[in-house]
Nanobody
Framework: QVQLVESGGGLVQTGGSLRLSCAVS????????MGWFRQAPGKEREFVAT????????SYSDSVKGRFTISRDNAKKTVYLQMNSLKPEDTAVYYC?????????????????WGQGTQVTVSS
């Protein structure tokens, strides 16, 4: 079974930075496309960023483009989300997800496995 464990969330002021990590175990990480999603209170889970298995291809939502960077270290079986210039509207639970044997995707329904999430709170 695949396990994804997020870490790195917390409370930060507007304009601050956080780096989220997602450690993956249980299956060949290097064959997995990875994604970050988030869910704010009362809202649906939404796409944030995705990265191909090689790390060459990435895609971002318009709301985070230019502020967030997704990356991965296949040797460490970890995917990262560097979040800069944080805004109060970035407050949410952030989830990482994996999909195997296929290209990266912006679509929540196309992911096979999910982590439990990590809370990010941005104060104004």
């Amino acid at each position: 079974q695949v396990q994804l464990v997020e870490s790195g969330g917390g409370l930060v002021q507007t304009g601050g930075s956080l780096r989220l990590s997602c450690a993956v175990s249980g299956r060949t990480f290097s064959s997995a496309a990875m994604g970050w999603f988030r869910q704010a209170p009362g809202k649906e889970r939404e796409f944030v960023a995705t990265i191909s298995w090689s790390g060459i291809n990435t895609s971002y939502s318009d709301s985070v483009k230019g502020r967030f960077t997704i990356s991965r270290d296949n040797a460490k079986k970890t995917v990262y989300l560097q979040m800069n210039s944080l805004k109060p509207e970035d407050t949410a639970v952030y989830y990482c997800a994996s999909r195997y044997g296929r290209s990266y995707s912006r679509l929540l329904r196309e992911y096979d496995f999910w982590g439990q999430g990590t809370q990010v709170t941005v104060s104004s």
